[in-house]
C-alpha cells in the first residue's frame, strides 16, 4: 500500500449542477493553503504602501494591518482567489463559457477552505430534426413596364416646377396651395397650431388626416375652417385624440408644371443619351434590387421555419454582448451629433426595442452553426482567401491591405465562419418547399 502522508492537498474540488439547458452552477471549494497564499501576497503588498503611525513602510507587524485593513484585505483576496481558481475550476468541469461568469461569493477568512459558487452559461446543445420540406417565401423579380412608368413619372414630378394659378383656380389633389392657418382645441390657441405663409402639397399626408382634402375646391383669397381630429397615438400626448379646429385662408393655389417624358429630361436626371437608355438602366437597377429582396425574403422565411421547429434557450449573455456592441456603434456614430441627455434617452429606449430583434439574430446564427456541423460542411483555406480578394475588390483595395485594417485580428476565421454560414443557408434552400409571396 502506498502512503499519502504529506502528499499536497488538491488545490481546488469542483461540483457541478445542471441548473438549465444552457447553465451550470460551479461550487468550487478552495483549499485553505492557497488562501493563505493569497492573504500573505495580499498583506505583502499593503505593507509596502501602508501608513501605518509609529513605523516606518514595511515594518508595521501583520497584526496592525490586520486590524486597521481586514476587510479591505478580504475584498482583494476574494478577487485574487477567484481570478486564480476560477479557470481551472471550468477546466476540470469541461465547462465553456459563452459571457462572463456570475460569482455569488463572501469575503475569505485566513487558515480556512474558501467556497464560492459560479452561475456560467453554455452553448445550447441543438437537436435538429428534419432539415427538408422547410417552408420559403420567394418575391417576383420581373419588372413591369408600369413599374418602370411609375418611376419615371415620379421623375417628372421631382424635376417639375409650380407655377401660380389664376385667381379662380381652384385647388385639387396634387396643388400646392400658400396659406396662413391657427388652430384651437376647445376654442384655445395650442403651442405649435399655428402659421403664415405655408405650402402645403395636397393629397401629400404632411398634416393631420383629413386637413389636406378639405382645403380641396378653395382658391386664392378664400378663408375657411378646417375641422380635424389629432390620432389617437399622435406624438403630443396633450394633443392625442383631441379635435382641432383651423382658421385657414388661402393666398395662392400652385399647378405642378411637368418637364416632357422624353431624351432631354433623361440627359438632366442623369446625363443619358435617350430616354430608352434610362429605361434599360431604371430596369437594371430595380432587377437587382428586386433580386436581393428576394434573397432576403428566402433567408429569412426559411430560417423562420428553423426556427420553429426547433425551439431552444438562448444564452442571454450573448445576447447582452452582441446589443452592446450594436448599442455602441450606435453611440460612435452618432455621440457627436445629438445632445448627451438626448443620447442616453435613446440608448436605454434602444436597449429596450432591439434586443428581440438581436435575440432573434443571435437564434438564426446559432442554428446555422448547428446545421454546417450536422452536414459536416467545410470552408477550406482557398475559398477563404477568394471571399477576402472579393470583399478586397468590393473595397477598391488589396488583401494585404485590407489584412492590415483589422489590425492583429486575423479576419480569416471570421470569413470562414461567414462561407459555412452561406453553405448552410444553401443547404436549408436546396431543400426547402419555396412558395412564390407578393412584393
Not at 385639387?172 to 395650442?190: A, H, P, S, T
Not at 454582448?321 to 450594436?326: D, F, S, Y
Not at 465562419?417 to 436549408?428: V, Y
Request: aromatic share 6%; proline share 5%; charged share 30%.
Amino acid at each position: 500500500m502506498t502512503s499519502n502522508e504529506g502528499a499536497k492537498p488538491e488545490s481546488i474540488r469542483v461540483e457541478t449542477e445542471e441548473t438549465s439547458a444552457i447553465v451550470r452552477t460551479l461550487t468550487v471549494e478552495v483549499d485553505a493553503s492557497q488562501v493563505n497564499e493569497a492573504f500573505d501576497k495580499a498583506y505583502a503588498q499593503l505593507s509596502k504602501s501602508a501608513n501605518v503611525k509609529g513605523f516606518r513602510k514595511g515594518k508595521a507587524p501583520r497584526s496592525m494591518l490586520e486590524k486597521l485593513y481586514g476587510p479591505s484585505v478580504s475584498e482583494e483576496v476574494r478577487s485574487l482567489v477567484i481570478n486564480a481558481t476560477l479557470p481551472e475550476a471550468l477546466d476540470k468541469a469541461s465547462v465553456s463559457p459563452v459571457a462572463e461568469p456570475a460569482v455569488d461569493a463572501k469575503p475569505p477568512e485566513p487558515g480556512a477552505n474558501y467556497t464560492y459558487t459560479a452561475r456560467v452559461e453554455v452553448m445550447p446543445e441543438i437537436e435538429l430534426g428534419e432539415l427538408t420540406g422547410l417552408k420559403a417565401e420567394s418575391l417576383p423579380v420581373e419588372v413591369g413596364d408600369e413599374e418602370i412608368e411609375k418611376q419615371l413619372e415620379g421623375i417628372r414630378e421631382r424635376a417639375g416646377t409650380w407655377e401660380d394659378g389664376d385667381a379662380d383656380t381652384l385647388a385639387e389633389l396634387n396643388d400646392r396651395v400658400k396659406l396662413d392657418y391657427e388652430g384651437r382645441i376647445g376654442g384655445e390657441l395650442f403651442e405649435g397650431g399655428a402659421a403664415q405663409g405655408a405650402s402645403l402639397e395636397l393629397g401629400s399626408g404632411q398634416f393631420i388626416p383629413g386637413f389636406e382634402e378639405q382645403l380641396v375646391g378653395k382658391k386664392a383669397g378664400d378663408e375657411t375652417d378646417v375641422t380635424v381630429s389629432f390620432p389617437e397615438q399622435y406624438q403630443s400626448e396633450d394633443l392625442a385624440g383631441k379635435e382641432a379646429v383651423f382658421a385657414c385662408k388661402v393666398h395662392a393655389v400652385e399647378k405642378r408644371n411637368l418637364p416632357a417624358l422624353d431624351d432631354e429630361l433623361a440627359s438632366n436626371f442623369g446625363g443619358f443619351d435617350t430616354l430608352d437608355e434610362l429605361r434599360e438602366r431604371m430596369r437594371t437597377d430595380s432587377t437587382k434590387n428586386k433580386e436581393q429582396q428576394n434573397e432576403a425574403s428566402l433567408r429569412r422565411t426559411v430560417l423562420a421555419s428553423l426556427l420553429e421547429r426547433t425551439p431552444f434557450e438562448v444564452p442571454g449573455g450573448i445576447v447582452d454582448r452582441m446589443l452592446g456592441q450594436k448599442l455602441q456603434q450606435f453611440h460612435q456614430q452618432y455621440a457627436q451629433q445629438l445632445p448627451p441627455e438626448f443620447m442616453q434617452q435613446q440608448m436605454a429606449t434602444f436597449q429596450e426595442q432591439w434586443r428581440p430583434e438581436v435575440e432573434r439574430e443571435v437564434r438564426e446564427a446559432l442554428l446555422l452553426q448547428a446545421v454546417a456541423k450536422k452536414q459536416e460542411l467545410s470552408a477550406d483555406d482557398s475559398e477563404v482567401e477568394a471571399k477576402l480578394e472579393e470583399i478586397a475588390k468590393e473595397q477598391g483595395m488589396d488583401v494585404d491591405r485590407l489584412r492590415k485594417m483589422y489590425g492583429d485580428h486575423d479576419p480569416s476565421e471570421t470569413i470562414r465562419g461567414q462561407l459555412l454560414d452561406e453553405k448552410a443557408l444553401d443547404f436549408l434552400l436546396a431543400e426547402a418547399k419555396v412558395e412564390e409571396g407578393t412584393a
